[in-house]
């Protein structure tokens, strides 16, 4: 019999509940303490806030596992390093809950023998929340009794793709501005909805590939358990499975292959031979059609050839 995680997805749904209330509290105060990290990117009061919470609640209630958060480092539980690990990330898209934008989530992903095996995803400014546990499907919903299954999409070809993405100077920074501007010329539709947003709405079915070029385990571990129960495909830019890369690549799977071909990243076997200042040779595909309408098929229902 498989293992359950049930418990630790209703904990995770205290903590998101805890942290949800604390980061509304402050969502939107004139008077946000607001700092800026080395790295140039914010941190807040109440991303310092959050996961504090989340750290208390769990040296209570998991005293053996490690918790990993993106502002206090990783601390050891009783059992030591090893074993499970839970990784927090208190508000991802911290930029947008400084400015009011209401796009930012709390993430709780549990790490177990170096899988994901759990993860909720709460974002109270939208009213939304998602999650999934290893073997159980992925979910959204008000809460674990009030929730609704969900799957990616069976889009199979890039001229009908939807892509996301956050933001393109990353891209240039990994060598691969052009390339992956020549795919997203090559989707049918292109939206920055941006940080965890773009793999929910992966793994609703809404969108079909996702994708970033620099990111922190943090940022992506309760994302990819949750991307891999809805039938998606969560991968590194070198195509390494799960969220232990510095960068994401996911899709509904069967368009995979084809983002990586453009989006690929292996940085030791040095400079892509193909230049991508224009189109891909491929004698199959032609741009595509001037006109916004095209003929999908969008639904969410697992495929005769699923696994």
Same mark, same amino acid.
């Given at each position: ?8 997805? +209703?904990?995770?749904? &205290? ?6 209330? #604390? /980061?509304?509290?402050?969502? *939107?105060?004139? =008077? ?118 969900? +799957?990616?999409?069976? &889009? ?6 939807? #892509? /996301?993405?956050?933001?393109? *100077?990353?891209? =240039? ?135």
């Amino acid at each position: 019999m498989a293992h359950s995680y049930n418990d630790d997805l +209703r904990l995770a749904h &205290v903590l998101a509940d805890n942290a949800d209330n #604390l /980061s509304m509290d402050r969502f *939107g105060a004139i =008077d946000l303490e607001v700092d800026t990290k080395p790295d140039m990117t914010y941190v807040t009061e109440s991303d310092q806030a959050v996961e504090a919470a989340v750290r208390r609640t769990l040296k209570s209630a998991r005293t053996r596992d490690v918790v990993l958060g993106e502002e206090q480092g990783e601390d050891e539980g009783s059992n030591g390093p090893g074993g499970r690990r839970w990784i927090i990330d208190p508000i991802d898209g911290t930029s947008n809950f400084v400015r009011g934008v209401p796009v930012w989530a709390t993430l709780i992903a549990l790490e177990e023998d170096g899988e994901i095996v759990a993860g909720c995803v709460s974002a109270p400014a939208l009213g939304r929340r998602w999650w999934a546990s290893k073997g159980t499907g992925a979910y959204t919903g008000k809460s674990l009794m009030s929730s609704r299954e969900i +799957r990616v999409s069976q &889009v199979s070809d890039l001229e009908s793709s939807s #892509l /996301s993405y956050a933001s393109l *100077g990353g891209w =240039d920074a990994i060598g691969k501005g052009d390339a992956f501007a020549a795919l997203m010329r090559r989707c049918w539709r292109t939206r920055a909805y941006g940080d965890f947003w773009s793999y929910m709405l992966l793994a609703e079915g809404a969108v079909d590939i996702a994708a970033e070029p620099e990111l922190k385990v943090w940022d992506m571990a309760a994302l990819d358990i949750i991307v891999r129960e809805a039938g998606g495909t969560f991968t590194s830019l070198a195509g390494a499975p799960g969220p232990w890369g510095d960068n994401a690549l996911a899709t509904n799977t069967r368009l995979h292959d084809a983002a990586m071909a453009y989006v690929g990243h292996f940085p030791d076997q040095g400079p892509p031979d193909q230049s991508w200042t224009d189109e891909p040779e491929d004698d199959d595909w032609a741009p595509p059609e001037p006109d916004n309408v095209r003929a999908f098929e969008f639904t969410r229902e697992p495929a005769d050839d699923a696994p």
